[in-house]
């Protein structure tokens, strides 16, 4: 538990920091909080020789709320959890936050560190695609926007090149009266999900006017479940629409077996957390109906 | 601080001065944890010496591969690396294994082959850990990997693989012959043919395969150690993490041929202990060789993985449990088979004379005439150990044992399980009751705790609101069910008893020397070594009620060989049934001589003197008093004629016998059939540990018990992969609770003394260990019992929870 050696830069612009990830190449990783990186090279998982820190820089601290929603990379965990603008128009973000690691990770953790790790078990990868995200990467040679849909492509593999950071997230603000559920199964505080489901949705009436579910830690890379969107829309919520929603996540699923369970439980579990999640987010969803047809919802 | 205590006035009646001496019984807050709660203990690895070095093990990527070659210049060559130890610099002064304290060997470093995963293959010296764990990266071994043996169950088998080369053609082991090359001990006790006759005329009986998965005892400080050995001197300090200090000085004089007497161990702080600093490790041998090598002192510290993985673990134990009893529900008899994984050594920590500890506690709390039990100890490719974690050695298992056999009975009796308790119970005039192991039980009165504990949580209530939830959930309107987990214990604490107790020799006693200056303090030393139970606080309660010295005047040291008189550590709940005697009785010699002291002061004969709270007074006149501090500070100037001055006392107590703490646990748990996730809602801790010294210390102890109990019914798990691999030996995946998962404690208490304990009190901080693992255990096998369940395994995890529910047609897919 005692990492190698390596180098700490500490660059006073993103330019700066920008140049440096230039100059070292594959042997130069950025920081944030540390959370991970400093784990992983603690056990010499990890092992770059140059580390440059990105906390102290400014641009990528921010929350800015519009018709899309902005937040900096360098924002902690614990910022999101206490921003009540963000809550008041995407309260799914705190939901999740809440339930990444312990108070202690989330004020070093960030949401750029998150997001960018490739971890599939990282929580916000998949609350990301839930709502669409687009990540702003820049590198020396400038900026690119890639979809939080299309970023990741196996554990530890995304589409990030060398050189490159995540400066920020945007993504379109959820219709007001939204429904949400972010919905994880843990063995204890401070765990990476077994099984979990982030669910957004909105109702006109007895029908589902949108919905979009993706899942954490279910395959190497988080995954948006596409059909959940074909099944729901346009459909009433019942058990029927319910369990073919599961059914469509639980299809796309290839957890590990792992101490938190077999392969087959963990996607039982997947299943559990999707369904789960959408009768709650219905539940919190503005609706007509809710009397009668959520009252099975309730039992 | 002596100008601080007021002398006692005249006006103040006894039971003002009583309350003054913060004695037995008082909730008295822990001294230590001014130090403790602002950063200032002081830990091994606070020690920090100079020209220090610090080493590091290079480790077994296998569980079990012959090491070809090792390559000493690749590490040496990394900045800082001083030296590269292996076996082969070992051999000479034959250290290359150590004894343990079972009777075999260990490898220090490996010798040829290694035998478990993370197995210490060299020892790595350097300027710093930086550089240190450089060298353990750099250093370069060559393996050949070689067939493991991972499932205990099979190692007897006639193609298993060999694992112990440096046993091949010993055919005779410690506790006696060995029947095949991964074969410790086979060991039994009771009567096995009256246990058949038992069986054969019993109307019903059960058996089951109930396994006690490895754990480990995890405590938050890992193990670690700084030796200085001078070599102008010969002088060896050793600093480290160990429950029991003169014995690791004595295996250190015994195995390094440095004269005892220029040993000196500290234990200084110690972060918990649960049983896993009991042991001896390579790690302080290899401290010690190194700094005899490199002539500077050396320090080793674990880090958490090398801590879960290689510093013995606990339990592995698989058990056969049977009962035999007739249809009214009368047990007649008991038998149990175990098959122990020791792992690759027999490195048990055990006290007793018995090759698996007091298993043979395992009839329980209950008047069982006839029983037998069998264990075999087995070698596979795993980390050696076998510990009592919180609890005396194997008696965690042993309970386990009885009492999920005796919820099994019930089912098949169809009763209640309280009911079927009640009936089985010994019964307080049965006391001093001797079992069909031969223990001799000496106090209790069960059925007065069964009863308390059954109306505190309104126990027919319970049953039917399970009922209740049994019939929603069969009707498809809930996808819940709850569980009501009994277990009444009964311990074997207090190790112990020369005819039962020795490690490597020497008799279980332990000792307590008191010293009182003239001002009327005291500082008293003591063999055992707190972990974090409380020593300086509740030992100086026992010595205040005694001597009649306030406890705030009374320093409590323990850990420093030099000063400390001869002891055996702390483990087993033996500090206050041990130790705590001792204290008792060396306060009891220091009031001796102070009634003398006293008679001269007062010109009047010792007899016509009484004992009044904290001093002496003549008979019938109770303002003709001379109080203690007084007394002490006569014992330094004013002394009757001959006798030598001072006021001291030494007190070396070996025990006539155990002691038997006992208790009534109830667990409530909800499960959430389709997730397996379950809801701690009440746990009921009902215990009698003798005389209560300090309330609040005991109620702390109990939570900390239960909390691990709880720890390990639910969720700890060291497990292994077909090849070896240790599985989740990190925080991420072992189950330490956090304050979150820990469910709500309630506690309560009976106290009935041990009759032959000079104070009646009988330990207890592992008492909610023992009864709480069966107590979760039986709280979720009962919630499947309406379905059909029968038993499953401990951890109980939500996954193995939702596989049986799964495996009971409780959830369709
Ligand atoms: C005990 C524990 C429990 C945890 N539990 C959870 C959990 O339940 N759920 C969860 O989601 N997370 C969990 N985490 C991880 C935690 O949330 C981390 O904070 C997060 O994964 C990484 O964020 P960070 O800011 O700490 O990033 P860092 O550790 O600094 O970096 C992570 C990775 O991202 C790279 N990186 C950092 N910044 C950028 C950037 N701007 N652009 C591109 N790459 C970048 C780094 O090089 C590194 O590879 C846990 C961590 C611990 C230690």
């Not at chain 1, 990444?100 to 989330?106: G, H």
């Not at chain 1, 994880?184 to 099984?195: F, Q, S």
């Not at chain 2, 089912?411 to 009936?423: G, H, N, S, T, Y």
């Not at chain 2, 998962?741 to 009935?752: A, N, R």
Request: charged residues 25%; contains cysteine.
């Amino acid at each position: 538990m005692i990492p190698g050696d390596f180098e700490f830069k500490q660059p006073a612009s993103k330019d700066e920091a920008l140049s440096m990830l230039r100059d070292g190449g594959d042997d130069a990783r950025p920081l944030l909080g540390g959370q991970s990186l400093i784990p992983m090279m603690k056990l010499r998982m990890a092992s770059p020789d140059i580390l440059v820190d990105l906390r102290g820089l400014d641009d990528l601290r921010h929350i800015s709320i519009g018709k899309s929603i902005h937040i900096g990379a360098a924002v902690t965990q614990h910022e999101l959890i206490g921003s009540e603008e963000l809550f008041n128009v995407c309260p799914i973000i705190r939901e999740t936050a809440l339930v990444i690691a312990d108070p202690q990770i989330r004020y070093s953790g960030t949401i750029g560190g998150n997001v960018a790790n490739g971890d599939p078990g990282n929580d916000m990868p998949a609350l990301m695609q839930c709502l669409d995200a687009t990540y702003i990467l820049e590198s020396s040679e400038g900026i690119r926007e890639v979809k939080a849909r299309d970023f990741y492509e196996a554990a530890y593999f995304t589409a990030l090149q060398t050189g490159e950071i995540v400066t920020g997230i945007r993504f379109p603000k959820p219709e007001s009266g939204h429904g949400y559920s972010y919905q994880k199964l843990k063995r204890k505080v401070g765990d990476y999900a077994t099984a979990a489901a982030a669910v957004v949705l909105s109702l006109s009436g007895d029908n589902v006017k949108s919905a979009s579910v993706a899942l954490t830690n279910l395959a190497d890379t988080p995954l948006f479940v596409e059909k959940a969107e074909d099944i729901l829309v346009g459909s009433q919520l019942t058990l029927n629409t319910i369990r073919a929603t599961m059914d469509a996540a639980e299809a796309i699923m290839e957890p590990v077996s792992d101490g938190r369970g077999s392969r087959e439980y963990r996607t039982k579990m997947g299943g559990i957390m999707v369904k789960r999640a959408i009768e709650q987010a219905a539940m919190r969803a503005d609706g007509t109906a809710k009397g009668g047809l959520f009252g099975w919802l309730k039992r | 601080m002596a100008d601080t205590i007021s002398e006692p006035s005249q006006s103040e009646t006894s039971a003002e001065r009583s309350q003054k001496l913060e004695g037995i019984g008082c909730k008295r807050k822990r001294v230590e944890d001014i130090r403790f709660t602002q950063g200032h203990g002081n830990y091994v690895d606070d020690v920090k010496l100079p020209g220090m070095l610090f080493g590091d093990f290079a480790r077994s990527p296998y569980a079990h591969a012959r090491i070809k070659h090792i390559n000493k210049e690749s590490a040496l060559k990394v900045p800082g690396v001083l030296a590269v130890l292996t076996a082969e610099d070992l051999i000479p002064l034959n250290l290359h294994y150590m004894p343990t304290l079972a009777g075999d060997v260990q490898a220090v470093l490996a010798h040829e082959k290694v035998l478990f995963q993370n197995q210490e293959v060299a020892f790595i010296v350097a300027r710093d850990r930086y550089a240190a764990a450089d060298g353990v990266e750099a250093l370069e071994v060559e393996y050949e990997e070689l067939e493991p043996l991972l499932n205990a169950l099979k190692a007897l088998d006639d193609d298993a693989p060999v694992l112990r080369d440096d046993l091949a053609g010993k055919t005779e082991g410690a506790h006696g012959p060995r029947e095949h090359h991964n074969h410790i001990f086979t060991w039994s006790a009771g009567d096995e043919a009256a246990t058949q006759e038992a069986f054969d005329k019993a109307d019903v009986v059960i058996e089951e395969y109930l396994a006690h998965p490895r754990v480990h005892p995890c405590p938050l400080e890992t193990c670690g150690s700084v030796a200085d050995m001078n070599p102008i001197t010969g002088q060896l300090t050793l600093w480290g993490t160990f429950q029991a200090p003169h014995v690791v000085r004595t295996v250190a004089a015994l195995i390094t041929n440095i004269p005892e007497h220029k040993i000196r161990v500290i234990s200084p702080d110690i972060g918990g202990g649960f049983g896993n600093k009991v042991g001896v490790y390579p790690g302080y041998v290899m401290s010690v060789v190194a700094s005899i090598v490199l002539k500077k002192p050396v320090k080793w510290i674990e880090d958490r993985m090398e801590n879960l993985s290689t510093t013995a673990f606990a339990r592995d134990y698989h058990i056969t449990a049977e009962l035999a009893a007739t249809k009214e529900g009368k047990v007649i008899g008991m038998r149990s088979h175990v098959f122990a994984d020791h792992g690759a050594f027999d490195a048990c920590a055990d006290p007793s004379k018995y090759p698996a500890g007091m298993y043979h506690i395992c009839t329980g709390s209950y008047d069982i005439p006839t029983a037998f039990c069998s264990v075999k100890g087995v070698y596979t490719n795993k980390a050696p150990g076998g510990v009592s974690y919180r609890c005396s050695f194997r008696v965690t298992e042993a309970v386990y044992t009885i009492e999920r056999a005796m919820d099994l009975l019930a089912q098949k009796l169809d009763m209640d399980p309280a009911e079927l308790r009640q009936k089985n119970l010994i019964q307080p005039e049965q006391f001093p009751y001797t079992s069909a192991f031969g223990w001799e039980y000496d106090s209790g009165d069960y059925p007065t705790a069964m009863a308390k504990t059954l109306e505190a949580v309104d126990y027919k209530k319970l049953r039917q609101q399970q009922a209740q939830m049994v019939e929603d959930f069969k009707a498809g309107t809930s996808r819940e069910i709850m569980g009501v987990g009994l277990s009444f214990f009964t311990e074997v604490v207090g190790a112990g008893p020369s005819k039962n107790c020795d490690i490597l020799g020497i008799n279980m006693f332990d000792s307590c020397e008191i010293r009182v200056h003239p001002t009327g303090a005291a500082i008293a030393r003591l063999g055992v070594k707190s972990q974090g139970q409380g020593h300086e606080t509740t030992f100086a309660q026992i010595l205040a009620s005694e001597t009649g010295l306030p406890a705030d005047m009374i320093t409590i040291e323990e850990g420093d060989t030099d000063t400390a008189p001869y002891g055996l550590g702390t483990y087993g709940s033996r500090s206050t049934p041990v130790a705590g005697a001792a204290a008792a009785r060396a306060g009891r010699k220091i009031k001796h001589k102070a009634q003398l002291i006293a008679s001269h002061l007062l010109e009047v004969h010792h007899d016509d003197l009484e004992w009044d709270v904290d001093g002496f007074a003549i008979k019938g006149m109770p303002d003709k008093r001379r109080s203690m501090k007084e007394i002490a500070w006569a014992a330094y100037n004013n002394l009757p004629k001959g006798m030598e001055p001072g006021l001291e006392a030494v007190d070396y107590y070996d025990p006539p016998n155990f002691t038997f703490p006992y208790g009534a646990y109830l667990c409530v748990l909800r499960i959430d059939v389709d997730t397996g996730v379950y809801s701690v809602d009440r746990f009921y801790a009902l215990d009698d540990c003798g005389t209560r010294i300090n309330p609040m210390i005991i109620e702390g102890q109990i939570h900390g018990g239960l909390t691990e109990a709880f720890a390990v019914a639910m969720g700890q798990l060291i497990d292994f992969d077909e090849t070896g691999n240790i599985l989740g030996a990190s925080l991420m995946d072992f189950f330490l609770p956090t304050a979150v998962e820990t469910p709500k404690w309630e506690t309560d208490h009976t106290e009935v003394p041990s009759p032959h304990h000079p104070i009646g009190a009988k330990g207890v901080g592992e008492s909610p260990h023992v009864g709480g693992v069966p107590a979760f255990s039986n709280a979720v096998n009962d919630a499947f019992r309406a379905f059909g369940g029968v038993h499953t395994h401990m951890p109980h995890t939500h996954s193995n929870i939702w596989n049986y529910a799964r495996s009971l047609g409780m959830i369709d897919s």
